[in-house]
């Protein structure tokens, strides 16, 4: 690390950040954040289409505007990267920024192999300085309040649990469409859904199977039925093709709890409503009305906050106030099942995973066979 390139120290001070790739979601959540945020300072932002730039550089006029997000990583002065360059850069930058002392906040998922994936974990542990991966739904409030209500017992012991992420379809840039790139409904949406429900539950994936198809392009949608080590069987459905939707229901011995991030929607349905049928045509009215409110919001998304918290959350912990969590290790958790979905789906085989090292068991330990 070269003198004066490296994180300042002294508690308080803004950490002078550099915003690696300003693409749509970039520009919708991650730089507003970041100009926002007294805990930040923009000082750069990077990226090589020139239309993204140019509308970067406007929302953030103080800050230096570069067209190679490498030179960004190497640039003297910053303290952070955020990376948010397509999902086929994140090793190579995240190694870079890593090896030049940058504190680093990487956009899921960690990388697209697992060698990738282990070459970051690596130049973590050689940095020594702080690193976070974006899985950002961790950080949702219509999600923080269902981890509270399972913590608290409110459906009692989980039995399974459902999710379902979908986006609408629409353009997709080039490198969502083709897997090489790091496109395709598991790297893009699974990879937040195989790191929240685990957190959600307290309880890692073991065996992961699935079915992977290409619709409108490559891989844009994926069946996954994951099994955690306590049991609980996680069905799932991905789709970069279908309405959007993003919903995880638990089922519990006393009740069942859905949780709908579009609908700003947290609620428990206990199995047996008190007060018999009145109540469960109450109940359904009630489900009814918050259903078509729900539409609205739909059509008519609410902000969302989590990807402001979860930079929030980056700055706490480089000054030492929080937690660096959700950790890169998340992320390479997150990356393990989503490479044995992928391979499930190769051999029509579940796959067995450790939940600890985030590594696929061998496949001569794989459970069964799909019939």
Known sequence: MSAGSGPRSGPGAPLRAGLAGCGRIARLFHLPALVADPAFELVAVADPDPDALAAATAAAPGAVALDDVDALVARPGLDAVVVCAPTGLHEALAVAAL?????????????????GGDRVLAAEARAGTVAMIGLNLRFHPVFVEAQAQLAAGAVGEVVGVQTRFCAAGRNLPPWKQRRASGGGALLDLASHHVDLVPHLLGDGVVEVDATVRSVATEADTAALSLRSAGGVTVQSLFSMTAAQEDVVVVQGTRGVLVADRYRSEVRVEPSVPAGGRRAQVGAAARASSALARGAWRTLRPRPDPSFAAGLAAFA???????????????????LAVVLAAEEADATGRPVAVDPASGSAVPQ????????
């Open 364 to 371: 001569g330990d794989a459970v069964g066979e799909r019939p």
């Open 316 to 334: 706490a912990a480089v000054q030492g106030t929080a937690p660096a969590e959700p950790s890169l290790a998340a992320g390479r958790r997150s």
């Open 99 to 115: 090896d030049a002392g940058r504190h680093l906040y990487l956009e899921k998922p960690l990388a697209i192999t697992a060698a």
